[in-house]
């Protein structure tokens, strides 16, 4: 009977031929270590705060005389209403960090090198998306830090040359952060997560296009290359087990542990609270947002911070295969980058004080030193490397992999060594 | 014309593909305009134009915030020592006499929102301290230690009686 009705389908559509080449059959580097979880990941985040987010939207009202206590009564009234909210909100952090140690894999690895520029840039699109919908939707509860953040961060739309003001005040339907911004707020918090599942089938479809990349950075040949399923979806469902037992811990233990205080007040348009922080995964952004002295600048400085990641396929100059474990030079980067990154996070969450100011100004200061030296420093480190040789076993691998293939593990450029 | 002519006649149908895009597009774009126009304020938020105050409740020293299009306004009581004071500084960055800055110079009526990021500066001490990002203002409102490009806004509004004044009209 199964069969039958699957005969029926497939000649309908070409379901049994799909799962096949993308599942079964689809082929997958053997060698992808724990770090490459971290897409799946993010993928069954997506899926937890949709479904939350579906039920709470429910029970909540957005409306800004019913806003604040219709959470409280989702919290107190409504059956595991608080169980909802609390991985709602705990899986907003739960995702910036999947997503972060998933950029940080890609960056670490070289992952969006050639040919995986696409990649990289649809999951910078994704980035976008997913900011845009955390910003919106930490505004519905309705709290002081809801309102003051969302005050601040319209703000910064003023920094449009000319239509500055009106585009704030259209933005906000309204001359301060109001009603009208409450709903529109609610209805694109909603839609948002729509486009990012279309963002990912868009990613999903180029990454099965130019395949994983994988912990040596070489293209491997196909006796290296072993079915998804069941190889991969196991493991990938044992990293979602651990990842369980980890986000757990956050909503049954310290569910308000990454909810500031300050939004159980409700908002109040006339009064600023005395420190205003966003949530930790804006923080680092937030700090270069503050460090430059001059409206404009601080958001020009700030949006470059995040879009300065699509440049990366292009600043890295080097032609050696593999990511940071061969590349000494890089790999420094990397870690002080990483390092910069936390400055920066600090230093966005105390309160601005002069030594935190000149602190955030010398972070900001490397951060985009990092990105801007890459060419340079990434270009010498390969004629460094090139001079002293890659390590026997990587260079035996490469060669390896490249009989193999009948190919060149990379592309080949002009003045390349062969 | 005979139906193979308008076929091979490529400039023409260039020329048509074109037309019917602009005229497609014009219409696009206008069909857009009332989706981005119901974005902007409703004419119940419009309404909330002016705010009537009376004055006659703040003392000498003292500050009254009230709302005005839903932006806290900051009306100060300045006291002779502070009208002396600002009158002999011209502010910081954006330097401004306070004689244009008041109507009265005892009565300093200031918008209560940072020129940086829109949070609500504090009174402290002589002037305000935005807590955001470590602005200040002094006692006419303008601006003495940045981020903050500007000095705090003046509305618009006009006395219409000795200790009466209206927000929102001049």
Redesign the interface.
């Known amino acids: 009977m199964k069969g039958k009705i699957i005969k029926w389908i497939d000649q309908r559509f070409p379901l049994t031929s799909f799962v096949k080449s993308e599942l079964t059959g689809y082929p997958t580097p053997r060698n992808l270590s724990y770090w490459w979880n971290f897409g799946f990941l993010a993928g069954f985040v997506l899926v937890l705060q949709i479904a939350t987010g579906i039920f709470l939207a429910m029970h909540y009202k957005a409306d800004i005389s019913l806003s604040f206590d219709s959470i409280q009564h989702i919290m107190r009234d409504v059956n595991y209403g608080w169980l909802l909210r609390y991985m709602h909100s705990t899986g907003a952090s739960a995702f910036f960090l999947v997503i972060y140690i998933h950029m940080a894999r890609t960056l670490y690895y070289g992952s969006y090198r050639a040919p995986r520029e696409l990649m990289w840039w649809t999951g910078q699109g994704l980035l976008l998306l997913l900011m845009a919908t955390a910003f919106m939707g930490y505004l519905l509860p309705w709290g002081q830090m809801s309102f ?1 953040g969302a ?2 961060i ?3 739309f003023r920094a449009t040359p000319y239509f500055g003001d009106q585009i704030v ?3 906000r ?4 952060v ?1 009603d ?1 911004t409450l709903t ?1 707020f609610f209805a694109l918090h909603y839609l948002f997560p729509f486009l990012i599942i279309a963002g990912v089938v868009v990613h999903l479809v180029a990454l099965h296009t130019v395949r994983s990349s994988n912990p040596s950075g070489i293209d491997l040949a196909d006796k290296d290359n072993i079915p998804f399923h069941p190889y991969f979806t196991s493991k990938d469902f044992y990293g979602l087990g651990v990842f369980l037992i980890v986000y757990s811990i956050f909503v049954f233990y310290f569910p308000n542990l990454l909810i500031e205080p300050a939004n159980n007040i409700p908002a109040n ?8 922080v966003p949530e930790w995964y804006f923080l680092p952004f937030y700090a270069i947002l ?1 460090s ?4 404009v600048g ?1 958001v020009v400085a700030m949006a470059l911070s995040v879009m300065v990641f699509s440049f990366m396929p292009y600043l890295d100059r080097s032609r050696i295969p593999g990511g940071a474990q061969y590349r000494p030079w890089y790999r420094a980067m990397f870690y002080f980058f990483v390092i910069d990154m936390m400055v920066l996070g600090y230093v966005g969450y105390v ?2 004080t002069d030594e935190s ?1 000149v602190a955030g100004q010398i972070a900001t200061f490397f951060y985009f030193a990092l990105f801007t030296s890459l060419p340079l420093i990434s270009k010498k480190e390969e004629q460094w490397l090139v001079k002293r040789g890659l390590p026997p076993a990587v260079e035996a691998l490469i060669a390896g992999e490249a009989r193999e293939k009948g190919k060149l593990p990379y592309r080949r450029r002009k003045g390349d060594i062969s | 014309m005979a139906e193979s002519d308008a076929l091979d006649d490529t400039g023409r149908r260039e020329f048509l593909m074109k037309i019917t895009s602009v005229v497609g597009g014009t219409g696009v774009a206008a069909a857009c305009i009332p989706f ?1 126009a119901s ?4 004419a119940d ?1 419009l309404s909330k134009a002016t705010t009537e105050v009376d004055l006659s409740g703040i003392p000498e020293g003292g500050m009254h ?1 009230i ?1 005005w ?4 306004v900051f009306i100060l009581h300045r006291t002779q020592e502070e009208i002396k004071a600002m009158e002999a500084s011209n502010g910081g960055f954006q330097p401004q006499p306070d004689k244009e800055r008041v109507q009265k110079p005892e009565w300093l009526v200031v918008l ?1 929102v940072c020129t ?7 009174k402290e001490g002589p002037g305000w301290t ?5 602005s200040q203002y002094d006692d006419s409102g303008r601006v003495v230690r ?2 903050a ?1 500007k000095n705090l806004e003046v509305p618009p509004y006009r006395f219409i009686a000795a200790d009466k004044i209206v927000i929102g009209e001049a």
């Open positions: 003051w005050t601040v319209t703000n910064l005040i259209w933005l339907g309204d001359y301060t109001g009208a529109r348009p006339l009064q600023t609270p005395t420190h205003i503050r430059v002295p001059n409206l601080g309160p601005p100011i | 981005v974005m902007n304020p409703s938020v915030t709302a299009q839903g932006k806290p209560g940086h990021m829109g949070c609500v500066p504090n935005c807590h955001c990002h470590g940045g981020p490009p």
